[in-house]
């Protein structure tokens, strides 16, 4: 009886420590302020960059302002983080230039999922935001490090 109550015991420490791994880290606007993303990944799919003029990206500035480029054209909104850890750029603006089908695909998925209220995962290299048609996977870019 007392080795089954051992390995019961240490099954539960290993299972603990391997989800004490995951690198998830707190969802705040402390933690997302301040900070440049670049588009990696929409819904597991690599993005190629090489072939875009300019790289999609994400930026939370001062007041919790949102710019960035979303394949073609800038844009600009305020991010929001609600109750339950949902985040959303609201009243999101873009510029109005015709670019190439590539960008503009990757920018009505940028701006779509970026304008509704989307789960959010913060790593200390990544974010992923997590909307109801499309997922961002975005790498930390900070301009200075």
Same mark, same amino acid.
């Given at each position: 009886m007392k080795r089954i109550l051992w390995l019961v015991t240490l099954s539960v420490l290993f299972s603990a420590c391997a989800a004490v791994d995951d690198k998830s880290m707190p969802v705040t606007?402390?933690?997302?302020?301040?900070?440049?993303w670049e588009l990696t990944h929409i819904n597991g799919e690599e993005v190629v960059l090489s072939a875009l003029r300019n790289k999609p990206r994400l930026e939370i500035g001062e007041n919790f302002t949102a710019n960035g480029m979303?394949?073609?054209?800038?844009?600009?909104?305020?991010?929001?983080?609600? %109750?339950?850890?949902?985040? $959303? @750029?609201?009243?999101v603006a873009l510029t109005r230039k015709m670019c190439p089908e590539a %960008?503009?695909?990757?920018? $009505? @998925?940028?701006?779509?999922?970026l304008?509704?209220?989307?789960?959010?995962?913060?790593?200390?290299?990544?974010?992923?935001?997590?909307?109801?048609?499309?997922?961002?996977?975005?790498?930390?870019?900070?301009w200075v490090r």
């Open positions: 606007v402390k933690a997302l302020q301040h900070h440049n979303a394949g073609c054209n800038n844009f600009f909104g305020q991010a929001e983080l609600n %109750e339950h850890g949902m985040f $959303r @750029v609201e009243k %960008e503009m695909k990757i920018e $009505r @998925v940028m701006a779509e999922t304008s509704v209220w989307s789960e959010i995962t913060l790593t200390p290299d990544s974010l992923t935001i997590k909307g109801p048609a499309h997922e961002l996977t975005l790498r930390l870019r900070d």
